[in-house]
Each structure stands twice: as C-alpha cells, then as structure tokens.
C-alpha cells in the first residue's frame, strides 16, 4: 500500500503552500485596506466603516497620499491579485474572497478616475462602481402603472398631489416619533434574532437629524455597535418606521456589518472587512440586503398586523387604515424605478436639475419637496440609487432562487449572503 505514504508526502508539501497564499492574501488585503483609507482623505463619503488599526487612519491622515500614488499602487496589488488567483478547487469561501478583492480594487481605481475627473455615463458608472447596471424602463410604463392609482386616488389636482395628500393622512407626529421607531426597531429585532445569532454585545442608538439628502443612516462604528440616524427634514410616514428600522437595523445595515466584523474580520482573520468603502460593489449587497431584509422580517400579512397592533397605535393613527394605505402603497412601490431613469437622464446630461425633480413628480409619483432631495441625494451620490431597487430585486431572486419558499431557509441563505464577501455579478449563478 503505497498510497497512504505518497498522500502524507502531499499533505505535508501542501499545508506550508496554502499558508503561503493566506500569507499573501492577507497582505494584499492591507495592501487594499490602506489604499482604500488612502482614497478617503479625497473623498469624504468614501469611508463610511472603518474598525480597523488606528494607526493605519492616522497613517492616511498624515501622508496623504496623491491619487497618481494611490492609483500606482492600486495597480500593482490587482495585477499581485491576478497572479494570486486560487484554484478552482478552492474553497469557495477562498474564491469569493479574491474576487471581491479584485472588484473592489475595481471599483476603488473607477472612483479614483472621477476624482481625477473622469467623467462616466450613468450605467457605466454603475458598472464601475457596483458592478451592475440597471434595466431601463420608458415614460409609458410608468404611466400605464399610475394609471392603477388614477382610481385609487380620485379628486382635484395631479395624481402627485391627491397621492401627497392621501398619504398625509399617515403621518407620524414629531412627538410620537421615537415611541413609533422604537416599537418598529423591537419587532425587526426579535424577528431577526430567532434566525440570526448575534454578537451578545451588539447594540446600537438612534438619533433624530436634520439637514440630510438621506432619509436614515447607519453609521457601524466597529465592536457590534451602530449609530442609527433618522432624517426629519420631511414629514415621516408611518410605513418608514419598520421600513428605516429594518433596512439601517435589523436585519439590514447594522446586522450585515456585526456579521462581517464576526464571521470574516475576527474569526477569520480578513481585514479587508474592517473598511467599508460606499462607491463600491459591496454597497449594493449592503442596500440590496437591508431592503429585502424588510420584506424577509415581515412578509405581507405579519407586516399589516404588526402595524395594527404596534405601529399605527404607537403613532396615535387609526388602525383601520391600514389595508387602505398598504395596497395604495403596494401600487406607489411599482414606480421605485422612475427614480433610476430620472438619475440616468440627468446624469447622462439630457435633462438639468430642474427637469429632473419634475421628471420626478411627474412619473415617480414625488411630491416637489421629496423631489428636491431625491435631486440633493443623486447630486451626492450619483448612480447609487440603483443599489436600493435593483439591489433588492437581485438579492431577492438569489434567495428565491437558493432557497426556494421555505421560510426558515431563505433566512438561512439570507444570512449566509450577510456572512460573505458575494458581490453583484456573484449573485446570478
Ligand atoms: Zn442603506
């Protein structure tokens, strides 16, 4: 029996290689840590997370590096990248982990050219930045689907404006804000937590703000913690409450960062997740994620009884309007795409600022002050939008398509997606 001597021969030979190439990951992954802290001091929205050795920030902030030294650099941990590449054999923990490197460096080298002032077509900065690009969709289905609303919604005035008004009747009062989101953050999160093992420490605080493009914001400041911000510039409808909750808290941003910090940072290792760079293809798992992770929390008729008993009560509405606001908002949800093809016009240059929040109004259903920061918010962040919608759209189809309708097992996929370093064209296999 020979073989048994020959197989610990290639054990032995093969353990030392594979610590080599973690070796060598690991390295490239600083590399890129560095790199991407590097790009923050020209880039303030860049940096959204970082937990990772302060000194490495305070490296960043000292040298500030040019971005013709960045970008050097950049290239020679891609092209060290494409000479690591691991066997397809590999564990697809290992394969995952290169690509998402290779994307990232991707996306860091595209965003770095607009710095530099480059300038991309509203798809091809998508395709750079998240790895994905948005179906495109005409003025007249978005009409045709307003339509269904004309007869939901009869009165004077444009269909903006009788939406505008109907949903008026579901606003949260100011002072009875934060009981609402604190009802809503509660169900999210033991709804969350019965499939989803967290950190015992993680914790998170909200704060109300003013003065933002956003509607909320997860701030994840490393050790499980989060600081969850809520923009009150507009009116906040009731159905925002489980909406923001879930999307920033659980099982969204606050949850997907604590399990990368968890499972890829401390437990193995890869440091590469103690940064999170927005203008990158990991963005649209993370909206993608937080916006399904709603729907995941609370399927349609959990989610209207949880509004009955909790939500509407806690913010002095009457529950009976319930049914009534969810299907006219069922119609609403059908033209989240208007807010894509507005971004994509106006950033490919054929329509202005103007035009867009009209474009907005017109076919988006907005009302002028939601259009104005919608127009604030593309400004800010140009093709970004598309990981809300499209994003979500895509995660969905992935759990539908891993998990197929099992409840529990869709949590499971789900939760393995917020556990792994997936990007966008992972997704469709
Ligand atoms: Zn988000």
């Known amino acids: 029996m020979k073989w048994p001597h020959a197989l610990a021969v290639c054990l032995v030979a093969l353990i030392p290689l594979q610590a080599a190439e973690t070796d060598s990951m690991n390295a490239l992954a600083e590399r890129y840590v560095k790199l991407v802290l590097a790009l923050g001091q020209h880039d303030a929205d860049y940096v959204d997370a970082y937990y990772g050795p302060a000194e490495w920030q305070t490296e960043a902030a000292a040298s500030k590096r040019t971005l013709a030294d960045i970008d050097r650099d950049a290239a020679a941990v891609q092209s060290a990248l494409a000479g690591a590449a691991p066997a397809r054999s590999s564990e697809e923990m290992i394969r995952l982990r290169h690509e998402y490197l290779t994307k990232q460096l991707l996306a860091l080298r595209a965003r770095l050219s607009m710095l530099q002032g480059k300038r991309y077509t509203f798809d091809d900065e998508s395709k750079a930045l998240y790895d994905a690009v948005a179906p495109t969709h005409s003025e007249v289905e978005f009409e045709t689907i307003s339509k269904d609303l004309e007869s939901r919604l009869p009165g004077d005035g444009t269909l903006s404006d009788r939406l505008e008004r109907f949903r008026s009747r579901f606003i949260i009062p100011k002072d009875r804000l934060d009981a609402t989101f604190t009802a809503a953050i509660q169900g999210c999160r033991s709804r969350t937590l019965a499939h989803i093992s967290l ?231």
Not at 278 to 294: D, K, T, V
Request: glycine share 6%; with cysteine; net charge negative.
């Open 199 to 429: 950190p015992p420490e993680e914790s998170f605080v909200v704060e109300y703000v003013t003065n933002k493009s956003w509607a909320g914001y997860n701030w994840y400041k490393g050790k499980y913690h989060s600081v969850i911000q809520v923009n009150t510039d507009l009116p906040i409808y009731v159905d925002r409450a489980i909406d923001l909750a879930c999307h920033e808290g659980y099982p969204g941003h606050h949850v997907y960062n604590a399990l990368l910090e968890k499972i890829m940072m401390r437990d193995r290792g890869w440091v590469e997740f103690s940064v999170y760079p927005l203008r990158s293809p990991q963005s649209l798992i993370a909206e993608g994620s937080a916006n399904y992770g709603i729907e995941i929390a609370f399927p349609r008729p959990e989610r209207l009884a949880f509004e009955r008993q909790a939500i509407f009560p806690a913010a002095g509405l009457d529950p009976a309007g319930v049914d009534d606001y969810y299907s006219v908002l069922a119609l609403v949800d059908r033209l989240s795409y208007a807010g894509n093809e507005a971004a994509r016009r106006y950033m490919n240059g054929t329509i202005t600022a103007t035009q867009a929040a009209e474009w907005l109004e017109r076919f988006g259903l907005y009302s002028p002050a939601r259009a104005q920061q919608r127009v604030r918010f593309i400004d800010q962040y140009g093709s970004y939008v598309i990981n809300y919608n499209l994003g979500k759209d895509m995660v969905a189809k992935y759990v539908d398509s891993e998990a197929g309708a099992d409840p529990a097992r869709r949590w499971e996929v789900f939760t393995q997606l917020l556990s792994s370093p997936r990007l966008p064209s992972g997704l469709a296999r």
